[in-house]
């Protein structure tokens, strides 16, 4: 579900004033056939819930993945996601496309 960009930025706000690091995951480019286009947004937080959508089934499940693992070292990075079927499982990512997706590690106050 898409949500306003003022509600993620609240939301993280909140999370990070109550001491908990959040992940803004946001799509920077994309090439091919994607689910989403650059300027989707995503928040994960350390709990594993999410608020917002870069694309939704598999791709939004590989970003979170990364995120978590991400979170728990409490580094940024950009990645790149390849939605190409895997012949070793059928039914997985099958857009076609490449999407660039920024994961924006996003640390309390000290």
Do not use: N
């Not at 003022?6 to 993280?12: D, G, H, I, V």
């Amino acid at each position: 579900m898409a949500v306003a960009a003022a509600e993620l930025y609240r939301a993280a706000r909140d999370r990070l004033a109550a001491g908990e690091p959040v992940a803004m995951t946001s799509v920077v480019a994309t090439r091919g056939s994607t689910p989403q286009k650059a300027g989707a947004r995503m928040l994960i937080f350390s709990d594993g819930q999410t608020l917002g959508t870069i694309g939704g089934g598999c791709i939004e499940a590989e970003v979170w993945a990364e995120a978590r693992k991400l979170l728990k070292r409490r580094h940024s990075e950009l990645r790149e996601f390849v939605l190409a079927d895997d012949p070793d499982e059928p039914g997985g990512d099958v857009c076609g496309g490449t999407m660039e997706v920024f994961i924006d590690v996003l640390k309390p106050a000290a």
